[in-house]
C-alpha cells in the first residue's frame, strides 16, 4: 500500500519527450514497495503517477532557487 504525503515546498518533476522537455507540478508523493526495494512515486496535479524511471530529474523549490533532488552516494572506505 502506497502513502502519500504533500511536500512543504513546491516540487516538480522534468520527462523526456521527443520534441520537448516537459515539467510536471508535483501534488504528492509517496513509496512505494515494488519486490520489498522502496521506490519514490510522484502524484502530479495533472492526476499522472510517475517513478522515478518515468522522469529525467526532480527539482524542489529551496529559498526561491529550483534545486535538482539527486542520490549522494557514500564515499567507500578504503581498508588500506
Not at 522515478?52 to 527539482?59: G, L, Q, S, Y
Amino acid at each position: 500500500m502506497t502513502k502519500y504525503m504533500q511536500p512543504i515546498n513546491p516540487i516538480r518533476v522534468w520527462q523526456r519527450g521527443d520534441d520537448a522537455n516537459y515539467c510536471h507540478p508535483v501534488f504528492a508523493m509517496g513509496v512505494v514497495d515494488v519486490k520489498l526495494v522502496p521506490e519514490v512515486e510522484y502524484l502530479t496535479i495533472n492526476g499522472l503517477f510517475m517513478r522515478k524511471r518515468d522522469i529525467m530529474f526532480a527539482e524542489v523549490l529551496l529559498d526561491g532557487v529550483w534545486t535538482a533532488i539527486k542520490d549522494h552516494r557514500k564515499a567507500s572506505l578504503d581498508p588500506a
